[in-house]
Nanobody, 124 residues
């Protein structure tokens, strides 16, 4: 059984940083893309950042570009999201996702495995 578990969320002030981590178990994701999505109540889940299996290709949403960095450690089956210069509009539940494919995409439907999420709250 595949299990993804996020950690690292919390309450911070605008301008501060957080580092989210995701540990995968039950399956080796070294050949598959991983990503982070976020969601606020009443809205659709939104792509934030993705990384290919080889760690060479990364994708970012426009809002994340330049502030967030996604990375992975295939030996440890983990993926991380370093978030800097956080803004109140970054407040959301952040989800780790495991893809069906080697290349990262922005589509929710391309990700089969999901964690339960970790809450990030940024105060102004």
């Amino acid at each position: 059984q595949v299990h993804l578990e996020e950690s690292g969320g919390g309450l911070v002030q605008a301008g501060e940083s957080l580092r989210l981590s995701c540990v995968a178990s039950g399956r080796t994701f070294s050949r598959y893309a991983m990503a982070w999505f976020r969601q606020v109540p009443g809205k659709e889940r939104e792509f934030v950042a993705g990384i290919s299996w080889s760690d060479e290709l990364t994708l970012y949403s426009n809002s994340a570009k330049g502030r967030f960095t996604i990375s992975r450690d295939n030996a440890k089956n983990t993926v991380a999201l370093q978030m800097n210069s956080l803004k109140p509009e970054d407040t959301a539940t952040y989800f780790c996702a495991g893809s069906l494919f080697g290349a990262a995409t922005r589509k929710v439907a391309d990700y089969r495995y999901w964690g339960r999420g970790t809450q990030v709250t940024v105060s102004s």
